[in-house]
């Protein structure tokens, strides 16, 4: 069974950092692409940020490029994401996706999600 599990979300101060990790199992980590969204009280679930399965290609929203960071270690299942400089309008449920190909597009895949963890950040 394929599991992705979140952590790392938590309450923070604007200008703050914190580093999310979503941990899986039940897959082969290096033959999937990786991902991280968000999604914001009353708003649509967002593309944050992908890594390829051979993380030579990642992709950032304009809204986090310079100040998130995204990468990925096969032999741990696990996925991360760095967030610094963080600002009030971050704050939301992370969510960490999967997806069996190469690549995973801003859309998303339907293949495998995370239950979400969630960061706060006061102003």
């Known amino acids: 069974q394929v599991q992705l599990v979140e952590s790392g979300g938590r309450l923070v101060q604007a200008g703050g950092s914190l580093r999310l990790s979503c941990t899986t199992s039940?897959?082969?980590?290096?033959?999937?692409?990786l991902g991280w969204f968000r999604q914001a009280p009353g708003k649509e679930r967002e593309f944050v940020a992908t890594?390829?399965?051979?993380?030579?290609?990642?992709d950032y929203a304009d809204s986090v490029k310079g100040r998130f960071t995204i990468s990925r270690n096969n032999a741990k299942n696990t996925v991360y994401l760095q967030m610094n400089s963080l600002k009030p309008e971050d704050t939301a449920v992370y969510y960490c996706?999967?997806?069996?190909?190469?690549?995973?597009?801003?859309?998303?895949?339907?293949?495998?999600w995370g239950q979400g963890t969630q960061v706060t950040v006061s102003s």
């Open positions: 996706n999967a997806a069996r190909s190469t690549r995973l597009t801003r859309a998303g895949s339907s293949d495998y």
């Open positions: 039940g897959l082969t980590l290096s033959t999937y692409a």
């Open positions: 890594i390829s399965w051979g993380a030579s290609i990642t």
